[in-house]
């Protein structure tokens, strides 16, 4: 905070000319008041002191008028005058320099000054919509010297003191004391005191009534409103300063100088003169010296000037006493005169006052005062002001004044009650006289009991009366009896002996209103009981009571009322008892009196209420009911109503009182519906007594115009509801039913008719209203909607209804009810605004009434949706009332929103109570949320600009009132204060606005917001306008910029401000909704980037707010709103204050998440890198925050990270997340009940009704008074013995949800905050900044938060859900860091240093902590762990040795490419290691999820185990899997789940949960079975059986089913692995989840085939069962797809299929020859003819071509796409190409080449002479030729591969050696290549990269051919020998044969012997051929292929071409030889 006070002492210390006075003076007010509230900043402090002295000096003296600064002005217009600091001049306008002139005439000031002023109203305008440039500066001149006024008043309020202590601290409260003195020594109080003499609002506003331009009544009223408000600041500096130290004689003969001009001709002193009055009060006073005996030592005490200034009492006591009689009020002059002579009476008894003449004239002095009205002034005037009443420092002076008079002068107290006593008893022996004077003691007595009765009841200091009782109660030996205290207490005494002796009722009435006095408060109520009290009464009073006979007693109030009573009803038979013919007006005085105390003891002390009436001797409640019904006044009646009604705030009395109003038939149910004329009524009649109320309220009140006793019956009425309708009383509802006659008497006799009625006092009417409306709204909010009471009887019938029913009934339906509730609001709201305008203060009781028909409007809205809804489960046969919902009755009454608009007319009404603004709020809330009502509401608003600026203006006012408090507002500071409404109000706001952001333009919140203005006026949609300022472009000033204003002062002064100059103090939670406006403006639709664009250009909101992040609060700071047991057991709970800041940075968050995305869409570089930039700053990290963690608690967990990575540790993004601590436990206590059911409590609080949703917060809480409601309801079925105890312990339980509520939205503003962390951070990770192409801030960053979130969540007391939050953005964090690490290539050194140096271990050891310590508890969460572990195994991948020569496939993770080999295997084997550390527990945890749980967490957990499997060398996981039987169980859940997986198949299934798990078990099946021990573990768990019993793999799709799922969701996927273009629907089509069952299959059985080892044939065996039991799944594909592919899909199908023939094809022929048919030969048959007959096509590279070409035809659109598809569809063919070239391999691959000739031949021997010239297709036969065409074509592409990437590379040499050496050696340093040489060697890199798998596939497949040939070519030339059969035998089709089929062939010892003309001559042709076709180019270019790769490390093997060509040149040399010979 020192640099933002900085920044504003450099703004004050600029020249008063280059701003105006007024931005001068509120600058000023500013830095008092921040400099106040801040412990810091003392230099720059004193240096504005300094700079402003001058100002204080002068408040009151304006600048004055100068003929030059005139003459200036006036040749401005021509030659431009200079403002401000300005080098240049400018010109101004005539029209602006008269305006300058006439404003300077009008405020009598000077011409520069005003200037300055019309500048700074211009920029103000938009403030002020109705009024002229020239008012608005008017207006802010005054405002500017209220505020530097106001600062004066703040300094001295700061001064210590003698009444209080100052709050600053010790440095800054010695510099304003200093400072302080240092003005008044300059002559502060006489600057002040001729101020209050100049500023005079007349005198102000006398000139505006000259000029027509500001003869505006409105400008008028609010001018003399400023002028007066100055006056009273003014007069409070004086007061204040008084307080803390009174002033010197001095000041004091001056402020009675000016205190002697002053008068009043109405008798009513202002503000003003109360506060001088109280100065000089506290100027007469030595304070609390005669109080400390052992203090009056002789020396003066410097604080008080009386004792420490010699001369003080002889110069004030000349101007007082000696010139006494020059005082325009004398009444005030003999009120300061006698508190003078009681200064000098206290001075007498001190010892430093010895030898003072003056002193001698107390007494006279006194007695001279009391005769010219003292005591008179002092109550009439001084007490009965509302400023006495306010300012409780005056009522504690005044009782300092009046106690120290009857304590030291008790003589002449004594005397004066001796007078009284004297003087009555000669007036018993005259003639009563009429209008005879009061007397002094009279009038002393009823001074003081108006003094008590409006003393603050905090203070009590009535209780020092009774202070001695207390004492003699106690019993004890403490020192309570001082002489002041038994003075006092004998006072009291003594007055009561003179009442006793002189029995008069005017003194009666005088000491009874003297106790009224002194027993208000809760403690003196008890003792002034006690001393009324027959007996035991304390103290001694009961002396004094039994000498006197008791006359000031209860015992004789209540004989005395017994005996009216008794006498009233004598009266009403016989009229002749000549005692009590009636009521003298002395004993209606006295009876009145009496009655007054029992309500004043009767509110105040509840002990005295119960003892009042349960004293069955006076018998209270019938005495008064008695009288009440007997002819008495009115007024008698209406105090015992009110009596009533004070002993009704018990609820047991509350029940008697109402059975006793039953049978008193005070309303009488025959006249409810028609009142009956005068003549026709017997009052003797029964229920038409005189009591009657009915007929009261007719026939006399209205005639005489005064409704008291109708006002306290309702009030009566009122109290009764309060106690009858409360939960717990057991007979609420049937008293309810019997109040229907009383709600028709509220309705038809006095509501109905208060408006048209005669009233003597007009203000009356309201009172009236009020009570009456009280009652309605009281009925109407205790009532629960109840479907019974809304039938209506078929006969007609009476029923019984709680009358709230008929409230809402009313007010539901268009009847004269409601009518009458809206004319009252329409005439009321009219009625304000005429006062106002006319400067009139509206009065106070037509507000609250006002306020309760708003209230009833309110409530209605609220519960019309339950009625409605109740009314429609209502049986059809049954009628109901005919209801309307209220929004709809307040459009369709008036056919407009006539009376919408009149609600809304209340918020700007600022001179009203703030309670009205917000009942139309909430109003508004339930009528704006109707899409139809909020367009009427916005289409009158733009009908009428004036309504709507008028409105518009109030809102804002609303929102930007200023609480009195200087400091941070908590709730705890609000609660029960008028600012705690007004906060309330700006709340309710803005929900207003955020429940219609969403609803269609236009609506009320873009209306209010300025949206729909700036709209209309570009003639742009919303999306495309532009926010200026206010007054830019004629912009208005609207709710957007005061929510502004709000959200941005939250962590700097905010200067400059739209309308106030210093910042605005609000609650957190307005703050936190203001947050969250600006955040739903921000993502919305049409407003997001009008506002992005205001906040980020013109406002600078985001980088201002950034900068003051994170926002600090230490939860020491007040949590007194939490239960003491739950902060015990949980003390990181924060409070709600904590809780609003939290969200309010969360909301900020999010929306700056927002901006960070739209600028990096928008390329905004600049802002998006400065806002990056204040992220990661470094900011200090010591300053408190909401929580702190204990030291230690990160150390297990934190990591090494390198030092050129963490070289910034306190960045600010990790001090925000340092703010919120995870430390907090789940719910720390159970409930533990003995009356109720724990569980069924736990069921009621989960029900739909006693469930509250935060509509901001999102939180659903328990509706705890709800709760409370339903538990009261059963306390009645317990015994009476029991009711405490119960009533206990559901106080319990409440206040058990109230702390889960509290637990609740703690763990709901963590996440939240965590939330809009989290999306920040995920932005920044998102987008480029710092240097371009730089991964390493980046790597730092994700270091340091991964290091942080760790830290947070290892600790064993962490919340659930905040750990699963955590955990989440940890596994994206590492994803992250994956990605940055890619993107580091170039910068080998810090990546390798950042994983190589343990960090990733320690991230996998935190992690594997977390786990085991979630254990089962959080699924979730621990999925989220699996994510994570996931992505740090991930990280630790490189490219191991083992897999250099095996092609990666498609779907495989890529490993990182820089990662070293050696680094990857010890990170891999490090991080396996920690988790196997853990032994069985995380195998445990993790398998249990793999086999149970949630779908998520189980498809989690089994990809965990995958790659865990994939890495853990040692087998561990593998075994602890078989051990515990998990492998077992995987295999067989998938059995379990063959129907779910059987209905994923159907059009549209349900889910496709079942089909996603079953992936990720095949997954690990799959990578299980690349092991060795894994496979033999799947072959003895029977894995293949399992799955081979599932139903669904038959299931394959028909093509009648994927033509039809094409026509309805679009073409199938174009190939399998990658996603579909063409497929656009969310679910995939039958074929692709066909493919996603069976392609797992598929997998599984080729990887048992190829790792199976030593277990190749029972490998072989399951498979070839699987085979037999799905055998279409294996032969449709070849049929159907194999020679002509439709698509990728099938062909990849196809690739399968062929890949498992081929590798059963050996065993296969093993078994066949051994006689083992464990299959049927036919589809064997069949399978092996399919894969003979696609040898032709998929051996051709033509064809790959060409069917990669044909399958990219399909993608029309996307050319990328269609590239993608012929690339994966041409290395599927290759793949069919290599799986055919395997079959036949291993078709003629036999141990024994002799065992079986039969299965061994696959080619004939024919070879044409140009075998190379054409291409066979699919229907050529199987012959050597065409064995010898694929292996010449099969050798030209090798070489064109190996040719091309040494032309690509620069190198004539495929893989020459200075390329390996240069680009391939990973030996070589990076830091060894140049620039250029970098790029090159990672292309190098990746292009080898990208062609070895082609080069090795087809070196796999031309080997294959190879051999196939090498093996026919031995058999035809070296075994087989023609025969001279005749039968010919097709060679080719020798596969095709049944195994038992004869084969014509014959066996010798030599040879073997083949039948056949034709086989004959194929045999010499290949004889005679070979030789030549071994000749050829190729084979020589065959061997050097194998010769080339031999040098590469990637491609060593053994040689293998090589030999085999030279087996096969030697059978040509042979057959060459033989044919020489």
């Given at each position: 905070h020192a640099s933002s006070f900085g920044l504003v002492r450099a703004r004050i210390m600029a020249s008063l000319e280059g701003e105006s006075l007024w931005a001068f003076h509120k600058r000023l007010q500013e830095v008092i008041d921040v400099a106040l509230q801040k412990s810091d900043g003392l230099q720059d402090f004193e240096s504005a002191l300094i700079h402003y002295r001058p100002v204080f000096l002068n408040l009151a003296v304006k600048p004055s008028k100068s003929l030059t600064d005139r003459h200036l002005i006036n040749e401005a217009v021509r030659r431009g005058i200079t403002v401000g600091n300005q080098k240049s001049s400018v010109k101004i306008s005539s029209t602006l320099a008269n305006e300058i002139l006439q404003l300077s005439d009008a405020l009598d000031l000077n011409e520069k000054t005003v200037l300055g002023l019309l500048f700074s109203a211009e920029k103000q305008l938009p403030r002020y919509p109705r009024y002229s440039k020239m008012q608005v500066a008017a207006v802010l001149y005054h405002e500017g010297r209220l505020s530097a006024m106001t600062a004066l008043r703040s300094l001295i309020q700061a001064r210590e003191g003698n009444t209080w202590s100052s709050t600053l601290n010790y440095q800054k409260a010695e510099l304003v004391m200093k400072y302080t003195d240092q003005l008044f020594t300059d002559g502060l109080v006489e600057r002040i005191l001729n101020g209050l003499e100049e500023v005079d609002s007349e005198k102000e506003t006398e000139m505006f009534q000259k000029i027509q331009s500001l003869n505006f009544p409105e400008l008028v009223g609010q001018v003399s409103d400023l002028v007066k408000e100055q006056r009273n600041v003014l007069a409070d500096c004086l007061f204040y300063w008084s307080c803390q130290q009174p002033f010197y004689s001095e000041q004091t003969l001056k402020l009675i100088a000016h205190l002697k001009k002053y008068s009043a001709s109405n008798g009513i002193m202002d503000h003003v003169g109360i506060m001088l009055v109280g100065t000089l009060l506290n100027c007469f006073s030595i304070g609390d010296l005669l109080n400390w005996q052992q203090r009056d030592d002789g020396e003066p005490d410097d604080r008080y000037p009386v004792t420490s200034e010699g001369n003080f009492i002889k110069h004030c006591h000349e101007q007082i006493a000696q010139n006494g009689d020059s005082w325009a009020w004398q009444e005030l002059g003999a009120a300061v005169k006698f508190s003078w002579a009681i200064l000098l009476r206290e001075c007498s008894k001190l010892t430093l006052f010895g030898g003072i003449e003056e002193l001698e004239d107390d007494e006279s002095l006194a007695i001279k005062c009391i005769k010219n009205g003292a005591f008179k002034f002092f109550r009439e005037v001084f007490i009965s002001s509302r400023t006495f009443q306010e300012e409780p420092l005056c009522s504690r002076r005044l009782h300092q004044l009046v106690t120290s008079f009857i304590v030291h002068m008790h003589l002449k107290v004594k005397e004066l009650c001796y007078q009284a006593w004297d003087k009555e008893n000669e007036k018993q022996l005259a003639q009563k006289g009429l209008g005879k004077k009061p007397l002094v003691l009279e009038e002393f007595l009823f001074m003081l009991g108006d003094l008590y009765m409006v003393s603050s009841s905090e203070d009590e200091l009535n209780l020092e009366y009774w202070y001695v009782a207390e004492a003699h109660v106690q019993g004890s030996n403490k020192h309570y009896t001082t002489h002041r205290q038994l003075t006092l207490l004998r006072f009291i005494h003594m007055c009561c002996d003179i009442l006793q002796e002189s029995k008069q009722p005017s003194l009666f009435v005088a000491f009874i209103h003297l106790l009224k006095g002194l027993g208000n408060g809760p403690n003196s109520a008890k003792y002034c009981y006690d001393f009324l009290s027959p007996c035991g009464a304390r103290g001694l009073a009961a002396l004094s009571l039994q000498k006197s006979g008791g006359m000031a007693s209860w015992e004789h109030f209540f004989s005395s009322l017994m005996l009216y009573s008794a006498s009233l009803k004598q009266n009403v038979l016989t009229i002749t008892t000549p005692s009590f013919s009636g009521i003298s007006p002395e004993e209606l005085a006295g009876l009145q009196s009496v009655l007054q105390l029992i309500r004043v003891v009767s509110d105040n002390d509840k002990s005295a209420r119960m003892e009042l009436v349960g004293n069955s001797k006076w018998k209270l409640l019938t005495i008064l009911f008695e009288l009440v019904s007997c002819a008495i006044p009115r007024v008698l009646k209406a105090d015992i109503f009110l009596t009533l009604a004070s002993f009704a705030k018990s609820r047991d009395i509350a029940m008697i009182i109402w059975s006793f109003l039953k049978r008193s038939g005070i309303v009488s149910s025959h006249l409810l519906t028609s009142t009956p004329k005068p003549s026709s009524v017997n009052v003797m009649s029964h229920g038409n007594q005189p009591g009657c109320i009915q007929v009261e309220l007719e026939e006399i009140e209205a005639q005489e115009g005064d409704y008291c006793e109708t006002r306290a019956f309702l009030e009566l009425l009122s109290l009764l509801l309060d106690m009858l309708t409360q939960p717990s009383n057991g007979a609420s509802c049937s008293i309810l039913n019997e109040f229907q006659p009383y709600l028709q008497f509220c309705i038809e006799n006095v509501f109905m008719k208060f408006d048209t009625r005669h009233y003597e006092d007009p203000t009356e009417k309201w009172l009236v209203a009020w009570n009456v409306l009280k009652v309605f709204c009281k009925l109407l909010e205790s009532y629960q909607v109840c479907p019974e009471d809304l039938i209506i009887n078929p006969d007609g019938a009476h029923k019984i209804r709680h009358p709230g029913i008929t409230i809402l009934v009313y007010m539901m339906q268009e009847s004269k009810f409601l009518q009458k509730i809206l004319h009252t609001l329409e005439f009321c709201v009219e009625t304000f605004e005429q006062q106002i305008s006319s400067n009139n203060t509206p009065l106070e009781s037509m507000e609250q009434s006002v306020y309760l028909c708003l209230s009833l409007l309110k409530t209605t809205l609220e519960k019309q949706k339950n009625v409605l809804n109740a009314r429609q489960g209502v049986g059809s046969g049954l009628r109901t009332f005919t209801l309307e919902p209220l929004d709809k009755l307040l459009l369709d009454i008036s056919s407009t929103p006539k009376h919408i608009l009149t609600v809304l007319r209340y918020v700007p009404l600022l001179q009203c109570g703030p309670e009205l603004a917000l009942c139309s709020v909430r109003i508004l809330q339930s009528i704006a949320l109707f899409p139809r009502t909020s367009k009427f509401i916005v289409d009158a608003l733009e009908s009428d600009q004036k309504l709507f600026q008028s409105i518009?203006?109030?809102?804002?006012?609303?929102?930007?009132?200023?609480?009195?408090?200087?400091?941070?507002?908590?709730?705890?500071?609000?609660?029960?204060?008028?600012?705690?409404?007004?906060?309330?109000?700006?709340?309710?706001?803005?929900?207003?606005?955020?429940?219609?952001?969403?609803?269609?333009?236009?609506?009320?919140?873009?209306?209010?917001?300025?949206?729909?203005?700036?709209?209309?006026?570009?003639?742009?949609?919303?999306?495309?306008?532009?926010?200026?300022?206010?007054?830019?472009?004629?912009?208005?000033?609207?709710?957007?910029?005061?929510?502004?204003?709000?959200?941005?002062?939250?962590?700097?002064?905010?200067?400059?401000?739209?309308?106030?100059?210093?910042?605005?103090?609000?609650?957190?939670?307005?703050?936190?909704?203001?947050?969250?406006?600006?955040?739903?403006?921000?993502?919305?639709?049409?407003?997001?980037?009008?506002?992005?664009?205001?906040?980020?250009?013109?406002?600078?909101?985001?980088?201002?707010?950034?900068?003051?992040?994170?926002?600090?609060?230490?939860?020491?700071?007040?949590?007194?709103?939490?239960?003491?047991?739950?902060?015990?057991?949980?003390?990181?709970?924060?409070?709600?204050?904590?809780?609003?800041?939290?969200?309010?940075?969360?909301?900020?968050?999010?929306?700056?998440?927002?901006?960070?995305?739209?600028?990096?869409?928008?390329?905004?570089?600049?802002?998006?890198?400065?806002?990056?930039?204040?992220?990661?700053?470094?900011?200090?990290?010591?300053?408190?925050?909401?929580?702190?963690?204990?030291?230690?608690?990160?150390?297990?967990?934190?990591?090494?990270?390198?030092?050129?990575?963490?070289?910034?540790?306190?960045?600010?993004?990790?001090?925000?997340?340092?703010?919120?601590?995870?430390?907090?436990?789940?719910?720390?206590?159970?409930?533990?009940?003995?009356?109720?059911?724990?569980?069924?409590?736990?069921?009621?609080?989960?029900?739909?009704?006693?469930?509250?949703?935060?509509?901001?917060?999102?939180?659903?809480?328990?509706?705890?008074?709800?709760?409370?409601?339903?538990?009261?309801?059963?306390?009645?079925?317990?015994?009476?013995?029991?009711?405490?105890?119960?009533?206990?312990?559901?106080?319990?339980?409440?206040?058990?949800?109230?702390?889960?509520?509290?637990?609740?939205?703690?763990?709901?503003?963590?996440?939240?905050?965590?939330?809009?962390?989290?999306?920040?951070?995920?932005?920044?990770?998102?987008?480029?900044?710092?240097?371009?192409?730089?991964?390493?801030?980046?790597?730092?960053?994700?270091?340091?938060?991964?290091?942080?979130?760790?830290?947070?969540?290892?600790?064993?007391?962490?919340?659930?859900?905040?750990?699963?939050?955590?955990?989440?953005?940890?596994?994206?964090?590492?994803?992250?860091?994956?990605?940055?690490?890619?993107?580091?290539?170039?910068?080998?050194?810090?990546?390798?240093?950042?994983?190589?140096?343990?960090?990733?271990?320690?991230?996998?050891?935190?992690?594997?902590?977390?786990?085991?310590?979630?254990?089962?508890?959080?699924?979730?969460?621990?999925?989220?762990?699996?994510?994570?572990?996931?992505?740090?195994?991930?990280?630790?991948?490189?490219?191991?040795?083992?897999?250099?020569?095996?092609?990666?496939?498609?779907?495989?993770?890529?490993?990182?490419?820089?990662?070293?080999?050696?680094?990857?295997?010890?990170?891999?084997?490090?991080?396996?290691?920690?988790?196997?550390?853990?032994?069985?527990?995380?195998?445990?945890?993790?398998?249990?999820?793999?086999?149970?749980?949630?779908?998520?967490?189980?498809?989690?957990?089994?990809?965990?185990?995958?790659?865990?499997?994939?890495?853990?060398?040692?087998?561990?996981?593998?075994?602890?899997?078989?051990?515990?039987?998990?492998?077992?169980?995987?295999?067989?859940?998938?059995?379990?789940?063959?129907?779910?997986?059987?209905?994923?198949?159907?059009?549209?299934?349900?889910?496709?949960?079942?089909?996603?798990?079953?992936?990720?078990?095949?997954?690990?099946?799959?990578?299980?079975?690349?092991?060795?021990?894994?496979?033999?573990?799947?072959?003895?768990?029977?894995?293949?059986?399992?799955?081979?019993?599932?139903?669904?793999?038959?299931?394959?799709?028909?093509?009648?089913?994927?033509?039809?799922?094409?026509?309805?969701?679009?073409?199938?996927?174009?190939?399998?692995?990658?996603?579909?273009?063409?497929?656009?629907?969310?679910?995939?089509?039958?074929?692709?989840?066909?493919?996603?069952?069976?392609?797992?299959?598929?997998?599984?059985?080729?990887?048992?085939?190829?790792?199976?080892?030593?277990?190749?044939?029972?490998?072989?065996?399951?498979?070839?069962?699987?085979?037999?039991?799905?055998?279409?799944?294996?032969?449709?594909?070849?049929?159907?797809?194999?020679?002509?592919?439709?698509?990728?899909?099938?062909?990849?199908?196809?690739?399968?299929?062929?890949?498992?023939?081929?590798?059963?094809?050996?065993?296969?022929?093993?078994?066949?020859?051994?006689?083992?048919?464990?299959?049927?030969?036919?589809?064997?048959?069949?399978?092996?003819?399919?894969?003979?007959?696609?040898?032709?096509i998929y051996w051709s590279t033509e064809n790959w071509r060409s069917i990669s070409l044909k399958l990219g035809e399909s993608i029309t659109d996307d050319p990328e796409t269609r590239e993608k598809v012929q690339n994966m569809a041409y290395s599927l063919a290759q793949e069919v190409g290599r799986n055919l070239a395997s079959f036949c391999r291993n078709s003629v691959l036999l141990g024994d080449l002799m065992s079986s000739l039969s299965s061994q031949i696959m080619f004939s021997p024919e070879i044409s002479v140009q075998p190379f010239q054409s291409v066979p297709n699919s229907k050529a036969v199987l012959s050597l030729g065409l064995l010898f065409a694929h292996i010449q074509e099969y050798a030209e592409l090798l070489d064109a591969l190996l040719n091309d990437f040494s032309k690509e590379n620069g190198d004539t040499e495929f893989f020459g050696t200075a390329l390996r050496s240069e680009f391939t050696n990973k030996e070589q340093s990076e830091d060894s290549l140049s620039a250029q040489q970098k790029p090159l060697r990672i292309s190098t890199v990746n292009c080898m990269g990208r062609s070895k798998p082609q080069i090795l596939l087809h070196m796999y497949t031309l080997e294959n051919l190879l051999f196939t040939l090498w093996h026919h070519l031995q058999f035809y030339l070296k075994f087989c020998k023609p025969s001279d059969f005749t039968e010919k035998v097709n060679i080719g089709n020798l596969a095709t044969l049944h195994s038992n089929s004869q084969w014509p062939m014959a066996k010798t010892q030599e040879n073997l012997v083949l039948s056949g003309s034709d086989t004959h001559s194929q045999l010499q042709v290949l004889k005679e051929t070979l030789p030549d076709l071994m000749n050829q180019r190729i084979w020589k270019l065959v061997v050097a292929i194998e010769e080339g790769l031999k040098g590469n490390e990637s491609f060593k093997k053994p040689k293998f071409i090589q030999p085999i060509v030279q087996q096969i040149q030697k059978m040509a040399v042979t057959c060459a030889v033989n044919k020489g010979l």
């Open positions: 518009l203006q109030g809102f804002v006012e609303r929102l930007e009132f200023l609480c009195e408090s200087t400091s941070v507002l908590t709730d705890q500071d609000l609660e029960g204060s008028l600012d705690s409404i007004q906060e309330d109000l700006k709340n309710e706001i803005l929900i207003l606005i955020l429940n219609s952001v969403n609803l269609p333009a236009p609506n009320l919140a873009t209306v209010l917001l300025g949206y729909q203005a700036i709209a209309f006026a570009e003639g742009k949609p919303l999306s495309q306008i532009e926010l200026q300022n206010p007054g830019v472009m004629g912009s208005p000033y609207t709710v957007l910029h005061s929510v502004l204003a709000i959200v941005s002062n939250n962590g700097s002064i905010q200067v400059d401000c739209l309308h106030h100059q210093y910042p605005l103090q609000h609650s957190q939670k307005t703050k936190e909704l203001a947050y969250c406006l600006v955040h739903k403006l921000c993502i919305h639709a049409d407003l997001a980037l009008p506002t992005l664009r205001y906040l980020r250009s013109t406002f600078n909101f985001f980088s201002d707010t950034v900068g003051n992040l994170p926002y600090y609060m230490s939860t020491a700071e007040g949590n007194t709103d939490l239960d003491d047991e739950l902060k015990l057991l949980c003390p990181q709970i924060w409070n709600n204050n904590q809780l609003a800041i939290c969200h309010q940075q969360a909301w900020f968050l999010k929306t700056l998440a927002v901006e960070l995305r739209v600028t990096s869409l928008k390329k905004y570089f600049s802002h998006m890198q400065q806002l990056v930039g204040l992220l990661v700053a470094d900011i200090d990290s010591s300053l408190p925050s909401l929580h702190t963690l204990e030291d230690g608690e990160r150390d297990e967990t934190a990591f090494d990270v390198p030092e050129a990575v963490t070289a910034i540790k306190s960045r600010r993004i990790s001090v925000m997340l340092s703010q919120v601590d995870f430390s907090i436990p789940e719910f720390p206590y159970e409930l533990e009940l003995k009356y109720f059911n724990p569980l069924l409590v736990k069921q009621v609080c989960q029900k739909d009704s006693l469930q509250t949703t935060d509509p901001i917060r999102g939180i659903s809480c328990i509706n705890v008074p709800a709760l409370r409601d339903v538990l009261l309801h059963d306390v009645n079925k317990a015994p009476q013995y029991q009711h405490a105890a119960v009533h206990a312990e559901v106080k319990r339980i409440c206040k058990h949800y109230s702390a889960w509520n509290v637990y609740l939205q703690n763990i709901e503003a963590r996440k939240q905050y965590f939330e809009g962390w989290r999306r920040v951070v995920q932005i920044m990770l998102c987008i480029e900044y710092g240097e371009k192409g730089s991964a390493s801030p980046k790597l730092s960053l994700i270091m340091e938060l991964l290091q942080d979130l760790l830290g947070k969540i290892h600790t064993n007391v962490v919340s659930i859900g905040l750990v699963t939050a955590a955990h989440e953005e940890i596994a994206s964090l590492l994803s992250h860091l994956r990605f940055a690490l890619e993107q580091a290539v170039y910068n080998k050194g810090i990546a390798q240093q950042i994983l190589g140096s343990g960090s990733l271990q320690s991230i996998v050891k935190a992690l594997s902590d977390s786990l085991s310590s979630l254990g089962s508890s959080s699924s979730l969460g621990r999925a989220r762990i699996y994510v994570s572990l996931f992505c740090c195994f991930q990280l630790s991948k490189g490219y191991s040795k083992t897999d250099v020569n095996v092609p990666h496939d498609a779907g495989d993770t890529p490993a990182i490419p820089w990662m070293d080999y050696t680094v990857s295997d010890s990170m891999i084997e490090m991080s396996v290691s920690i988790l196997n550390s853990y032994g069985d527990l995380l195998m445990d945890i993790i398998c249990k999820d793999a086999c149970s749980g949630h779908d998520i967490t189980k498809m989690l957990a089994l990809t965990l185990l995958n790659t865990l499997i994939s890495l853990d060398w040692q087998g561990k996981w593998l075994q602890f899997m078989v051990h515990k039987g998990i492998l077992n169980d995987l295999a067989t859940s998938i059995q379990w789940e063959d129907d779910s997986l059987a209905k994923v198949l159907e059009l549209i299934p349900q889910s496709l949960k079942a089909l996603y798990v079953y992936e990720s078990k095949m997954s690990l099946l799959g990578q299980i079975s690349e092991s060795l021990v894994g496979s033999k573990n799947l072959l003895q768990t029977n894995t293949l059986l399992h799955i081979s019993e599932c139903k669904f793999i038959d299931l394959r799709p028909s093509q009648d089913v994927l033509q039809g799922s094409s026509d309805m969701f679009g073409d199938t996927q174009p190939f399998g692995d990658v996603p579909s273009v063409e497929y656009s629907g969310y679910l995939p089509s039958i074929w692709e989840r066909y493919q996603q069952l069976i392609f797992p299959v598929f997998e599984l059985l080729r990887s048992l085939l190829n790792s199976s080892g030593t277990l190749q044939h029972e490998a072989s065996l399951q498979v070839l069962a699987f085979i037999e039991n799905h055998m279409d799944v294996f032969l449709l594909p070849l049929q159907e797809q194999g020679q002509n592919p439709t698509s990728v899909a099938f062909l990849q199908e196809v690739a399968f299929v062929t890949s498992i023939l081929s590798g059963v094809a050996k065993d296969y022929q093993k078994l066949f020859n051994r006689g083992d048919n464990v299959l049927y030969p036919t589809h064997i048959g069949k399978l092996q003819a399919c894969m003979k007959s696609l040898i032709p």
